[in-house]
């Protein structure tokens, strides 16, 4: 039989704020452990929560740009469980009336974007971490640090609407590129940032009804929540095919071994007895802070890339490079200015990213060294062809490490720019008129003659000009005598 | 309401409390008569009251900023049962068990 799976997320979004949800704790992550820790996010009695504006702000933010309905009165809940990872026993969350309900996410997959559908947002606070299963002595024990244990948190719900893996995978790919966007999370998934449990269930192809579901807890990388649900469809699917019956529980998934393992008892698991906190009062957010909010949001990421493929004339897969973060965008948009939009691509697309790359900088560092409008400079010269390729290129080097605008590199380096492939032409073809012993050579495939043409140009030009943009003459020149 | 034994059993479990199985019956006793103290504001008129489960709205959000209230590890961890090398041990949360 043909099975098909119904799979929806759940998404934990850590807030990039200075401080924790309800007490004013530093929300850093990499702090000695349980050096983050106050009265409040201890749990201890009399300790009361304070609501932190900001990451409200960022769920507004979010829900914002993915159209949910945001309610203007919301509430917080305790969520109890016995998991030893909170210390109040209780996580504040929201439950029965959420901040955020609604929307849907575009995505982009193979063969067009399409719109996910949420659930719902709220806000709530992280667990803190444990670690598990370690050993103390001969006993196994788990090791529990507080630091995270408070941290604001956006939860997402999806739509129980993929399908497949991969739908999943570039779910998350969007909604990390979405967060950055906006700036609320850093959403950098091993550092658990971002992070996902998945409902899976198996239904007959055809049939309405949803199958018993599995969640699997753990999924730590894009990679890892493709991997982690290939590997349970594939029980789901063996155990349904001999006849067995899926059981409704709780899996973590281990990359490393690419296997999964049931928590522990799950009787109690969904217990949570959510109640209405009396500790903090309800979440009253005005049409004015939503109005803010709202006036603050940038272009969205999927709204700027369908922009750039049509005022730029670019291909879709440049509009989505660009687009990956905000200050790759700008930088590109801040270049393009008077230039060929695809010209201005190909250069960040190749030549930017790849030294931002080799350099390990962010693209801030990047735009301070080479600011967009040095760059064009640059790529007006090369629009005009009065530079060759691989002289631009050559000066492209330069920038990296020099101050100057491209004139200056130019004369720096002994290099005139005006002209030089004009200056260069007659040497080339002097040089290969004076040598046609060697230039036989070469065209009877013997190429490594043409390091002494090369050599011989760079003689006649008085070592002026750019070895390689003399290569590349030498090259274009004999291959069109070879063809006629 | 009443809690019979066998829910006294489970709530101990649940809180991590052990308690002798002499006392089982008499805390089972207990337990309803507090449960049974509290229904009593079930059988109160409220319809013409809006629930007020909350503090009153409108109190401010707190900023964004550190604040001094934080403690040092060695006095989180000294309420512990068990600590080691700064973190807190407690029973082991994951059973390897393979589905
Ligand atoms: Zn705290």
């Avoid at chain 1, 009787?267 to 500790?279: C, L, T």
């Avoid at chain 2, 709205?57 to 961890?77: C, F, K, S, V, Y």
């Amino acid at each position: 039989m043909a099975y098909e799976a119904v799979i929806g997320l759940e998404c934990h979004i850590q807030l990039a704020t200075r401080t924790k949800m309800f007490c004013g704790c530093p929300a850093e992550f990499g702090a000695a452990p349980n050096s983050n820790v106050c009265p409040t996010c201890l749990g201890l009695p009399g300790a009361l929560p304070r609501t932190n504006r900001a990451a409200v702000d960022a769920a507004l933010r979010l829900g914002l740009a993915v159209g949910c309905e945001l309610r203007p009165v919301s509430e917080f809940a305790r969520k109890n469980y016995f998991y030893p990872d909170m210390p109040k026993n209780y996580q504040i969350t929201q439950y029965d009336r959420p901040l955020c309900e609604g929307g849907a996410l575009p995505v982009a997959l193979e063969g067009g974007a399409r719109r996910f559908g949420l659930i719902r947002i709220h806000v709530e606070e992280d667990t803190g971490k444990s670690f598990h299963p370690e050993r103390h002595g001969d006993r196994p024990v788990s090791r529990v640090d507080f630091n995270r244990a408070g941290v604001p948190l956006l939860e997402l719900v999806s739509r129980p609407d993929f399908r497949a893996p991969a739908e999943c995978a570039a779910f998350l790919t969007a909604l990390r590129r979405l967060v950055r966007w906006l700036g609320i999370s850093d959403a950098d998934m091993e550092k658990g940032h971002l992070r996902c449990d998945a409902n899976v269930s198996l239904r007959p192809l055809g049939q309405e009804a949803f199958g018993t579901k599995t969640e699997i807890k753990n999924l730590n990388s894009i990679k890892g929540v493709e991997k982690g649900l290939h590997a349970e469809i594939a029980r789901q699917r063996a155990l349904l095919e001999s006849g067995g019956r899926i059981e409704q529980s709780t899996l973590l998934y281990d990359a490393d071994h690419d296997r999964l393992a049931v928590m522990r008892s799950k009787e109690y698991a969904h217990d949570y007895r959510y109640f209405p906190d009396p500790d903090l009062p309800l979440l009253v957010v005005e049409e004015t802070w939503i109005e803010d909010a709202r006036g603050a949001l940038p272009e969205l990421p999927w709204a700027r890339e369908a922009r750039f493929a049509t005022q730029y004339g670019l291909p879709g897969y440049d509009a989505a490079v660009l687009t990956e973060t905000r200050e790759l965008a700008d930088y590109y948009e801040d270049l393009a200015r008077g230039l060929d939009g695809k010209l201005a691509s190909n250069w960040v697309m190749t030549e930017v990213l790849r030294a931002v790359k080799e350099e390990s900088l962010t693209l801030a560092a990047w735009s301070a060294k080479v600011p967009a409008g040095r760059l064009r400079g640059l790529l007006a010269k090369v629009a005009a062809r009065e530079l060759p390729g691989p002289l631009a290129k050559q000066v492209f080097a330069w920038m990296r490490d020099e101050d100057g605008t491209v004139d200056e590199l130019l004369e720096r380096h002994g290099v005139r720019a005006q002209g030089s492939v004009a200056e260069l032409e007659p040497l080339v073809v002097a040089v290969i008129e004076a040598h046609p012993g060697p230039v036989a050579q070469y065209l009877a495939g013997k190429t490594a003659t043409l390091g002494f043409l090369v050599g011989q140009v760079m003689k006649r030009s008085g070592g002026q000009a750019v070895p390689q943009v003399v290569r590349e003459l030498l090259e274009a020149e004999l291959a069109r005598r070879s063809g006629s | 309401m009443a809690i019979d034994r066998a829910e006294v059993e489970r709530i101990a479990e649940l809180a991590r409390l052990e308690i002798a199985p002499e006392r089982m019956g008499r805390m089972a006793t207990e337990l309803s008569a507090v449960l049974e103290f509290v229904a009593a504001l079930g059988r109160l008129d409220l319809a013409r009251l809006a629930p007020s489960t909350f503090a009153p709205a409108g109190t401010p959000l707190r900023a964004d900023e550190l604040d001094d209230r934080r403690i040092p590890a060695a006095e989180a961890l000294s309420a512990a049962t068990e600590h080691d090398d700064g973190f807190f041990l407690v029973p082991p949360i994951v059973e390897n068990v393979n589905p």
